[in-house]
């Protein structure tokens, strides 16, 4: 079909941009650890980087047949710690284990059943306050949640969790004195970018709703 570009767009010689076909489109978003409750009530960590806030909601993105999916389906608290950037090895301690036994076929290569992923990872867990699975201590922001609804996602691979927030830990140093707010250039999230992992940069500019505007360079 021929289609003519509005005068704005162009294409042909000289076009910047290439159509490819990337196996993946981790496109850059925050890392988090998922703590969830085993059937034994003991409790599963695992790091997941799809997930986004809409309001006090989370947002999670889930492989059907890991140890977190099939907790979130039948124990539905949880806590959202998020690392900061240096944490990263801590996080990629986690990247080969699974909480399920045995190991799901589709995870056959390359992971292997861990009960204590607290312990393997080097991390310590903190007793929350309303859910029964602990927070991660070394992480500066912890979100207490309950999942509301949890069900397939369109390709019947992932499972989509809506989790509703009820407590928010934030390490004091993150924190506006005297206000809630989180202060953005304290705080950097540890970012999973294309498989590999980052902090932010310096600030750029804020938006128009922000409360806690600076002035930046
Ligand atoms: C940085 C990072 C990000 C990940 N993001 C996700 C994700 O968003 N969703 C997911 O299901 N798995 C994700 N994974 C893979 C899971 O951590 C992995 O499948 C793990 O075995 C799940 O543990 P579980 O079976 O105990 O739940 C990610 C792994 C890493 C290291």
Redo the contacts with the bound molecule.
């Keep these: 079909m021929h289609t003519t570009l509005p005068s704005t767009l162009s294409a042909g010689p000289g076009a910047t941009h290439l159509e490819i076909e990337p196996s993946i489109l981790y496109f850059g978003t925050p ?1 988090a650890l998922l703590s969830t409750e085993n059937q034994d009530g003991s409790f ?1 960590l ?6 986004w806030a809409l309001g006090q909601t989370v947002v ?4 059907r047949e ?4 099939y907790n979130l389906a039948r124990r539905p608290e949880l806590v959202i710690s998020l690392p900061a950037p240096a944490q990263w090895p801590a ?2 301690r ?2 080969p ?4 036994d045995p190991v799901p076929l589709a ?1 056959a290569e390359g ?1 292997r059943f861990e009960p204590d ?1 607290f312990a393997a990872a080097g991390l310590t867990g903190a007793p929350s306050h309303l859910v029964r699975p602990p927070r991660v201590a070394e992480c500066p922001i912890q979100l207490e949640a309950r999942a509301q609804r949890v069900g397939p996602d369109v390709s019947g691979e ?1 499972v989509i969790v809506e989790a509703a927030v009820c407590t928010v830990h934030a390490d004091a140093r993150i924190v506006v004195p005297g206000t809630d707010h989180i202060d953005p250039a304290a705080w950097s999230p540890l970012i ?1 970018n294309f498989r590999h992992y980052f902090g932010l940069g310096p600030e750029r500019g804020h938006s128009h709703r922000s409360q806690t505007p600076r002035a930046c360079r």
């Excluded at 695992?46 to 997930?51: E, L």
């Excluded at 890991?66 to 999916?69: D, F, I, R, W």
């Design positions: 890392v599963n695992a790091p997941i980087s799809s997930a999670i993105g889930l492989g890991g140890q977190t999916a996080v990629e986690l990247a284990l699974t909480g399920r995870k992971y992923k992932f999973y």
